[in-house]
């Protein structure tokens, strides 16, 4: 696991938009896993940016998000599937009919989330999945348990983190669903390449325990430690409060 630390959040931003817009302009063909949530949002600033100051041809990109809300789906202003509309899709040359989603309205939860193994299964993988993390160490929204899921399933939601959620819902923590489609551990671990982003104090607690070299289903993002290829982009506020013992290797 190699930390890069960086000094502002926008400087980790622009660094992962650089090299996913180089990755999709050197391989043409390339299969995406994205995260949604407040940190990424620079990062899909930067991304629409260099796309359009680049003329990046997203119509061979393939894409699919790690998680989506129980009973919410692209018609609703509040799903995941919205955010990225509004804030990836709609904005870069990817073709609709490439971009993989969990649908939260499904009427058979089950048998959408095999839908989504299968999916990203017959497309090959993921070549590079982008993760944030959740404060309480949780990434997509495997949280922490006494055991954690390999398989995309339904996921019940910690308060703390329906709370992390509650700005894209107005504010209002009684409108977030208690629970969530996700992928598992085993999609997670099996992507190529993995970029975690991590910025502000916030998430300090839950990198260093992804970092510690013990692994835990009490932390799940810990388990990335069992990737051969994982980069922690994070800013000077996460690695001001990751030195000191237990501190972190960085690159
Ligand atoms: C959210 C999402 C995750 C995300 C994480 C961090 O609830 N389910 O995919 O990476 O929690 O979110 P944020 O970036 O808003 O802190």
């Known amino acids: 696991m190699t930390v890069e630390v960086f000094p502002t959040e926008a400087a980790v931003a622009e660094s992962l938009a650089r090299r996913l817009a180089d990755e999709i302009v050197e391989r043409g063909t390339t299969t995406l896993g994205l995260p949604t949530g407040r940190t990424p949002l620079l990062l899909y600033e930067a991304l629409v940016r260099i796309s359009r100051a680049d003329r990046v041809d997203w119509t061979r990109v393939r894409t699919f998000n790690v998680d989506e809300f129980e009973g919410l789906g692209s018609g609703d202003a509040t799903s ?37 193994e299968r999916a990203i299964a017959d497309a090959g993988g993921l070549d590079r999945l982008v993760l944030g993390i959740g404060a309480n160490g949780h990434i997509a929204f ?23 959620n509650a700005w894209w819902f107005g504010g209002e923590l009684h409108r977030v669903p208690p629970r969530a489609l996700t992928i598992g551990l085993a999609t997670v671990l099996g992507a190529r390449a993995i970029s975690v982003i991590a910025t502000g104090e916030s ?11 013990t692994v835990t289903t009490r932390c799940p993002a810990s388990f990335l430690q069992l990737h051969a290829d994982v980069t922690v982009l994070v800013d000077q506020p996460v690695a001001d409060l990751l030195d000191g013992p237990g501190g972190v290797s960085r690159r």
């Open 203 to 213: 998430k300090a607690d839950a990198v260093r325990a992804a970092c510690q070299r």
């Open 142 to 164: 495997n949280e922490p348990a006494d055991g954690l899921h390999a398989d995309t399933h339904v996921a019940t939601l910690e308060l703390t983190s329906r709370a992390a």
């Open 80 to 116: 995941y599937r919205r955010f990225m509309d509004e804030h990836l899709f709609s904005k870069v040359s990817i073709d609709p009919a490439n971009v993989g989603f969990l649908d939260g309205r499904a009427p058979d939860l089950g048998a959408e989330c095999a839908r989504y």
